[in-house]
């Protein structure tokens, strides 16, 4: 039985903490035979956990404490602390793990609010569940999603080298926002999410750069943010937005531009990779 669990680009501008949409990168897990310590095979970062103390382990046993320990194989290319919500598809292939073992026939629903439990926020874990774009709230521990396709359009990544670690991107945040700081910021929101759900790209993209809530407080943490914003207007592209808490920037493009704006992104020579990717539309699913 193989696990696959997609990666996630959280926030889109001003959908902070609640917007999110699954991408095509992959994290698998390979279910091997029972042993009598779990074991994790995976050439991923030496700091990860080979037995029970990885984070995969953990959340399936804290859902299904009796689980017996097998050989599992993990492969992942979504890479650390990026931006594009490694760690929540670690928590999204433990619940599944531990629904397959212990045949607990979860809902999605119910998945995703053990999964919000765990990572804090609903933005990568949901769409790492539904697949495709989900807007999602947690207020007092009570977790509302609603599922949506994306529009048509083109995701342009830029992974940079360095590692930004979500608590660290977080801290920069302000602790407090004024009355009317907040309702301009969840209008600006508001507009995102119609016009994504309408299909209007041109305004999503003006309002998804117009946010309020994070990026201007991150940007000085990911250098090239506003040098790969002026290169993707220049070229035609929606919008350019932080992925999740950074560093990984994301370009929106028409489809007919991607491949020209992926080309002047290379030709700028910023430290890191250039991926161009598609929604995933299914979220997490299991092969036997
Ligand atoms: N919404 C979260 C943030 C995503 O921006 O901090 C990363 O966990």
Redesign the pocket.
Known sequence: MKIIVPATS??IGPG??SVGVAVSKYLTIEVLEEREAWLIEHDLNPRIPKDKRNLLIKVALQIAPDLKPHRLKMTSDIPLAR?LGSS?SVIVAGIELANQLAQLNLTKEEKLRIATKS?G?P??VAPAIFGGLVVSSYVRGRVSAVEADFPQASFIAFIPRYELK?RD??GVLPFKFSYKEAVAASSIANVAIAALLKGDMETAGRAIESDLF?ERFRQKLVREFPAIKKIARKNGAYATYLS??GPTVMVLAPTNKAQAIQSRLEKAHFKGEIFELSVDRQGVRVEE
Do not use: P, V, W, Y
Request: hydrophobic fraction near 20%; charged fraction near 25%; glycine fraction near 12%.
């Open positions: 959280a926030n902070f903490d931006g929540s990572e926020h933005d990568n979500t991107s977080r994070h999740g808490a």
